[in-house]
């Protein structure tokens, strides 16, 4: 029996198992939109912005593992997803979003909505596509999402013309699929990782480097199986964070621009570096060249372009960090005569005296509120056993600092494009994948404003998200550089209006909490995490002259870092250039 | 260094594009760029000629490989192999120089493809080097018009990869 595209995409998704599709309607997907009216497996959540439903999708699939879906309009409902793919893209996150498109006898003709969407994101997807045949929809469909799931998953894009969709095919559903130019490499290298277990036994001085690729393969187990075999520090990157226990003897914390210093000096005293499922972008390299300078590197990564893009690699491992590990971890087993504690005992005395010497700190003050104080407060309360999602700016690099994550997929961040206005609908889409969860992004008073409109995603749908707003007045990490490298000139960072966010948490039928002094923050967080059933937003008043510290600034090696100097308790007097 | 690379591709719309766009995205430079349909019209096979330093060279075959689209990459600069370009030069000789154009031509095996009072139109296939070396000839004598097909190239037969 014949059916329409539209049957053929819904039955197509259930056959993927999809559940929810972040969308927003239009003219071209109309009878799409129809087909949802009454179905009963798959739910559409209704967005208020379309770069919402894909951050919402980006934050189901970075919570869940499964891939985000998005289904929006043509034109602008397609090139506003834009933002959302590239956020996704940057951060190899599964999505397929599919666009509706004008009908394929009018494109090319600048018809009403209509967009290049496919030419739009060609650089920002890893693979799209434009449908001119309803016969070709259920293959290309099953192709996409095996693309965004496997290898280095990533974004895929799928245009579908209006003719397309209410035109009639059989629907044959491929169970399984080879595709001719696309052969992702998951076993490593065998002689590869005998060289690499060489290079372990013989290094005095290990680190690992942790980055995404281990959340995504789930190898955190392996991770720490070689971690604690071999005796080897780990950092973790922005995106790694979690893939390794941070509350470990071994953990480093976050290497890079904002890094521990402890995690810094380890990579630029190291002999070994062993990078797994990272690719040394510039805010963890700082100045290239000068970065991890005595050591020889090791890096398994399942992308090819990963490797040698941006530093030199003595053994290079293409392939599945998971695979990788275990394989590697048995042979290290089999070699290793307990030596590796007496081996490391001096490299991981040096790192514990670094520990020491200067843990991550901030000024205490019962006065004002300081925003890390915050973070550290959700922290102890939470007892970490929570989702953290955050914006970009100070609040995401306080997030990370600040709140010791033990487990992977629980910090949710917009590593590679650093997207304002990611945090909040990613909660709201974790908080599908996790109902019972607690949910809480971290967030800015700026990129606050960038998604507010999702609060009626949130409450609509009974998402009890958390949104903890540290609020400065500022666009903070760009005031922050121009306090530190243009003279305290704050060309348009102050942000002058600032909504009263209780206000507009109460207007959207969500609760609202504000803490004006340090006292206030321990019961407005216990009423808004614990108490409160609903979505919330929780007004930090902060110190607006926080800055992130260690800082390591642009272009310089990462061993190069600025810290706070310890302050006298005062608020300085806001000095604004107009 | 120069490389030439071969691509054997889906042959689909919005290929060249991706390819293109590859190059223009990432900053890598393209000399010349040639396309055309295989013995199977599902495939199409891409002649690229591009430069810069082992790293760029071994990043453009990594990241043309990853393109869903792209079935096969082969720097063939690493092998034995044959390149050939075509090149349409239009030629307006003075009187006297007429026989020297005629003349050189045949020395190059060119082909006079069109002619008219003041002009002849040479077809010449070659190598970069025979080709440069005719275009260096003609050029006193007076190009007016010259169009390059860009270079395809092909793996020498016995040459395993
Ligand atoms: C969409 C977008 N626009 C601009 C920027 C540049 N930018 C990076 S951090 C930042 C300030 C963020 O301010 P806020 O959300 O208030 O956070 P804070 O740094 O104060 O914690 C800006 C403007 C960005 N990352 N994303």
């Known amino acids: 029996m014949k059916i329409t595209g539209a049957e053929i995409l819904i039955e197509s998704l259930k056959k993927e198992g999809v559940k929810y599709i972040f969308g927003y309607p239009g003219g071209v997907v109309l009878n799409i939109f129809d087909m949802l009216y009454e179905e009963k497996d798959i739910n559409l959540i209704l967005t208020r912005h379309e770069q919402g439903a894909v951050h919402a999708a980006d934050g189901y699939a970075r919570a869940s593992g499964k891939p985000g879906v998005v289904l929006v309009t043509s034109g602008p409902g397609a090139t506003n997803t834009v933002t959302g793919i590239a956020t996704a893209a940057m951060d190899s996150i599964p999505l397929v979003v599919i666009t509706g498109q004008v009908p394929t006898m009018l494109i090319g003709n600048d018809a009403f909505q209509e967009a290049d969407i496919v030419g739009i994101t060609r650089p920002c997807t890893k693979h799209n596509y434009l449908v001119k045949d309803v016969n070709e929809l259920a293959r290309t469909i099953k192709e996409a999402f095996i693309i965004a799931t496997s290898g280095r998953p990533g974004p895929v894009l799928i245009d579908l013309p209006k003719d397309v969709t209410v035109g009639k095919a059989e629907f044959v559903w491929p169970e399984k699929l080879d595709i001719e130019g696309y052969k992702p490499k998951y076993e490593g290298n065998k002689w590869m990782i005998s060289q690499a277990a060489g290079m372990i036994e013989k290094s005095k001085k290990a680190v690992i480097v942790a980055g995404g690729g281990v959340v995504i393969s789930a190898a955190h187990k392996e991770l720490k199986e070689l971690a604690e075999m071999a005796q080897i520090p780990v950092t973790t990157t922005l995106m790694g964070i979690g893939c390794f226990p941070e509350t470990h003897k071994l953990s480093l914390g976050m290497p890079g621009m904002h890094g521990t210093y402890y995690a810094n000096k380890a990579i630029q005293e190291a002999d070994l570096l062993i990078a797994l499922g990272m690719r040394f972008d510039d805010r963890v390299t700082g100045k290239v060249d000068a970065f991890a300078p005595n050591a020889s590197i090791i890096h398994v990564d399942i992308d090819p372009t990963s490797i040698r893009k941006n530093v030199r690699v003595d053994v290079p491992i293409v392939g599945d960090v998971k695979k990788v590990l275990s394989v590697l971890n048995k042979v290290l087993k089999t070699e290793s005569k307990g030596q590796w504690t007496q081996v490391r005992k001096a490299w991981l005395n040096q790192v514990e005296q670094w520990k020491k010497e200067r843990p991550l700190s901030y000024t205490k003050s019962d006065q004002v509120i300081k925003p890390q104080f915050v973070v550290e407060k959700i922290y102890e309360l939470t007892r970490g056993d929570a989702i953290i999602t955050t914006e970009v700016g100070q609040n995401q690099m306080w997030a990370a600092q600040f709140y010791k994550y033990d487990k992977p997929r629980t910090f949710i961040s917009s590593g590679g494009l650093g997207t304002m206005g990611f945090g909040f609908p990613a909660a709201i889409g974790a908080q599908f994948a996790f109902p019972d969860k607690l949910v809480i992004d971290i967030a800015g008073d700026g990129s606050i404003q960038m998604n507010i409109q999702e609060l009626a995603t949130a409450v609509l749908n009974k998402l009890p998200v958390k949104v903890a707003i540290l609020n400065n007045g500022f666009l903070g990490m760009v005031r922050q550089w121009q306090e530190l490298f243009f003279g305290e000139r704050y060309s348009h960072t102050q942000l002058d209006i600032v909504p009263d966010f209780v206000k507009v948490a109460e207007s959207y039928q969500a609760a609202g909490l504000r803490a004006t002094k340090p006292s206030e923050v321990e019961p407005v967080l216990k009423e808004g995490l614990f108490k409160i059933k609903k979505p919330v937003f929780m007004d930090f008043q902060v110190d607006w002259t926080e800055k992130v510290f260690p800082m390591v600034p642009a272009g310089a090696p990462i061993d190069h870092m600025l810290f706070d100097e310890p302050r006298e308790e005062k608020q300085k007097k806001l000095k604004v250039v107009k | ?161």
Not at chain 2, 18 to 40: A, C, H, K, M, W
């Open chain 2, 1 to 161: 260094m120069r490389h030439t690379i071969t691509l054997f591709v889906e042959n689909k719309f919005g290929v060249l594009s991706r390819v293109s766009g590859l190059f223009s995205g990432r900053g890598y430079n393209i000399e010349s760029l040639s396309v055309g349909e295989t013995i199977d019209p599902k495939y199409a096979q891409m002649t690229i000629v591009t430069s810069g330093d082992d790293l760029i060279i071994e990043q453009i075959n990594k990241q043309l490989n990853k393109l869903i689209d792209v079935i096969k990459v082969t720097d063939v600069t690493e092998f034995e192999h044959v390149e050939r370009e075509m090149i349409l030069i239009k030629i307006t000789p003075k009187p006297e120089k007429k026989a020297e154009v005629l003349n050189l031509a045949g020395i190059f095996r060119g082909r006079i493809i069109d002619s008219s009072e003041n002009t002849y139109t040479i077809e010449i296939t070659g190598d970069e080097k025979k080709i440069e070396a005719f275009i260096g000839l003609m050029k006193p004598i007076g190009i007016k018009e010259l169009v390059r097909t860009g270079k395809v190239a092909i793996l020498r037969e016995g040459i395993k990869k």
